[in-house]
């Protein structure tokens, strides 16, 4: 490999898996241009064949444990293949020339990109629709080939729904492929990958990605920097799925569950602090943990406010990385509220609320009289709580303040309680103990 610049002399330094480039007069403006050639070998994190007679798999710049790429820029990008490849790469495709039994395809990305990748792969099969605003591309095996048209439409309304919520499509087409041997599914700068068996597995249990695709903006139109920064950017990046499913009426992904499930049975001590984030951190923290802190937050300050938070999240850092504090002060600037609570209570502090709950319905005169009793065992945190009074005619959801050490509320009921529900829509990601109700 070969780097040059247009503007000054460059160094190059390779060290623990990384190529650091050093521009000597760097200016505000300047150009890098990188000549790579490919070799057999595999690639450090997914172990695929880097080169091989029938795909290119190339992770360039990325660093995915941990990312420390914060740097956006713009990319044009010229790769030679044999003519029986199709490839991937950020951008639009400019211009293909024939050389020999080669083809050089050169990409120009319209905005920039970070942590970019290249694939190419000769069994794949190219089909290409706009929908609307939005030019769409998969390259799928054979055998994958059958879900095409559910992807095109899927992964529209996912795009089109986040670009609601965060902001516009950032890349310049959204490209769905499979690869052979990937660990599941995986993001890149503008395209979605799936192995072709969990692509089976995805198609069959909901019918559509929104966790990768929602990665292309919690992961390469902006992200975290810092101390455990990927790990909790892509934490907080769950949400959007669970946001897409709730707000289509879609059921949530079982995973969750079984990520909160687990997560709530560790012991507080074993949990980990933002920062404190790593690499091999169970997933079960990042992924049973922090998509619940979002939640909490949108269920404290309101649907509008919030969505106004991540609206400005994403215009002041477009393109750039944000550190916990500037993601604080942008969402309360965002919400109109301070959100010094959510900090100091969920962030800086080990484990969640562990509830102790009672409840008490007795007939009173014409109606029903019901008496909830929430006791927190531990650390007080300011809950926001609903509470669920069921009848046979319903369930009757009332709306209360946890701010205490031991809160009681009283309700008044027309029909008879069959069953008092404590947070039945399950916002609050808490440990929770009944005790048994008065006779």
Known sequence: MSVTSDASPVTVERAEGAI?????????????????RGVPGRSGDEDL??????????LWSDRFY?????????????????????VVAPGRLLETQRDNDRIEYTFQTS????????????RWIKTEKRIRFLRMQTYLYPESQKFAGRIFSSSYDVVAFYSQIYCLYPFDRFTFVTIKNLHARRAFPGFVAYSPEYLEKEMTATGHDAHETALLWWDYTTRGMGPGA????????????????????????????TFRAKYLARPPEEDLLYYELKGNT???????KFPWLM???????????????????????????????????????????????????????RGVPAISFKYDAARDKSDYKVTVVLRQVGPVYHLPMEIGIKTAKGLRIEKVNVNSQESTFTFRSVDQPEEVLLDPNRWIIMRTTYEKSAE
């Open 111 to 122: 905005a920039p990109v970070v942590c970019f990748s290249v694939l190419a792969d000769s």
């Open 282 to 288: 169970p997933q079960d923290i990042v992924h049973g």
């Open 230 to 257: 990927f790990q909790w950017t892509e934490g907080f990046g769950d949400y959007a799925e669970l946001l897409y499913d709730e707000t289509r009426g879609k059921l949530m992904p079982s995973i969750f569950e």
């Open 295 to 349: 939640r909490v937050m949108q269920f404290v300050v309101g649907d509008a406010p919030f969505k106004n938070a991540m609206a400005l999240l994403f215009y002041d850092y477009r393109f750039r990385a944000f550190s916990m504090d500037e993601l604080v002060s942008v969402l309360e600037k965002g919400s109109g509220q301070s959100l010094k609570w959510w900090r100091e209570e969920w962030l800086e502090r």
């Open 49 to 58: 064949e880097i080169v091989s007679d029938s795909s290119l798999f190339l």
């Open 66 to 86: 941990p990312i420390d790429f914060n740097d956006w820029a713009l990319l044009r990008m010229r790769i030679k293949l044999p003519e029986n490849f199709n």
């Open 20 to 36: 650091n480039v050093l521009v000597e007069k760097p200016t505000t403006d300047f150009e890098l241009t990188f000549q790579v």
